[in-house]
């Protein structure tokens, strides 16, 4: 049965880091790509990232969207089963709920972000951006 459960979510300035981690204390995430979403009050969820299933024993192809790319950086710890969204230099525009995603038929992220394509999500853990 997959669970997942992100935290790390919380309240920080504009320019500051902060990291979101997404893990299941029972599945192994290693072999399913990974993806991570946001949405943020009165939009649409947004694909953020995603890391692909672990490869020769080292993370698969990662993708970001525009708006995060050289800000967020999406890793894996296999040891405890946990995918990591390391967001730096946050922006106000920032502030959503964070979700990850995960599917038993999908082993890669393909290049992109798409909603449908996940039928496992977390609860999501809020990240709130104020100066």
């Known amino acids: 049965q997959v669970q997942l459960v992100e935290s790390g979510g919380g309240l920080v300035q504009p320019g500051e880091s902060l990291t979101l981690s997404c893990a299941d204390s029972?599945?192994?995430?290693?072999?399913?790509?990974i993806a991570w979403f946001r949405q943020a009050p009165g939009k649409e969820r947004e694909g953020v990232s995603c890391i692909s299933a672990v490869q020769g024993g080292h993370h698969g192809p990662t993708y970001y969207a525009d708006s995060v790319k050289g800000r967020f950086t999406v890793s894996r710890d296999n040891a405890k089963n946990t995918v990591y969204l390391q967001m730096n230099r946050i922006k106000p525009e920032s502030r959503a709920v964070y979700y990850c995603?995960?599917?038993?038929?999908?082993?890669?992220?393909?290049?992109?972000?798409?909603?449908?394509?996940?039928?496992?999500w977390g609860q999501g853990t809020q990240v709130t951006v104020s100066s």
């Open positions: 995603a995960t599917d038993l038929s999908r082993s890669s992220c393909q290049g992109r972000v798409v909603a449908s394509w996940y039928d496992y």
């Open positions: 029972s599945f192994t995430l290693d072999y399913y790509a």
